[in-house]
């Protein structure tokens, strides 16, 4: 997912200037929570994923 990522994003951040294959990899697993994430398949076959970040609840 890291390395999907990582491929995924390279065109913008080299637009921007800002590609670092590393950081890119680095900021994903840094912030990768396997029990928010599910796998899409279709026909058995995996075709995507989703990974949501919950919000901390608000006490107010």
């Known amino acids: ?3 999907l990522r990582a491929v995924v994003m390279r065109p913008d951040l080299e637009r921007l200037g ?3 294959p590393e950081r890119v990899r ?5 912030s990768f929570t ?3 994430t599910r796998v899409i398949q279709h026909a058995g ?5 989703v990974a949501v970040r919950p ?6």
């Not at 680095?26 to 840094?30: Q, S, V």
């Not at 076959?45 to 994923?49: F, N």
């Open 18 to 20: 800002r590609y670092d």
């Open 26 to 30: 680095r900021r994903f697993l840094d």
């Open 34 to 36: 396997p029990a928010h």
């Open 45 to 49: 076959i995996d075709v995507g994923l």
């Open 55 to 60: 919000e901390a609840e608000d006490d107010g």
């Open 1 to 3: 997912m890291a390395e």
